[in-house]
């Protein structure tokens, strides 16, 4: 186990973001609803400047969802790793994550430098 690391804060801090991240997808799905609903309306959305709008709403909104699903997944795998002692290891070079930027987002899985690397490839 990383020293750095209180498991019982880490945890904590953990389930606070998922609070968040839960309160969003509710709030996403909710809108999504209401835009599938407003759509059933317009039936020519493609000559109608209103039904162009909610499309783009649409899109927006499960843009949105996927990344809250995304980091949600992120946190379930991060609380395994505080269980297993894993936590604050990168999951690419094995060194350990600095503290700030496990700070900045508790859920990741790979130091910056080893996700710049990965954005690049
Ligand atoms: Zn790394």
Redesign the pocket.
Known sequence: MNDLFDAALTRRRLADRRLVVQTRLVEIDSRLSAVRSARSEWTDEEHDPEGFTLTHEWSHAEGLREEYEFESDELDHAEARVLAGTFGV??????P?PVEQLERRPARR??????DRGLRR
């Not at 990168?90 to 060194?95: A, L, T």
């Open positions: 990168c999951e690419r070079c094995g060194r994550i790979e130091c910056v430098s080893c996700a």
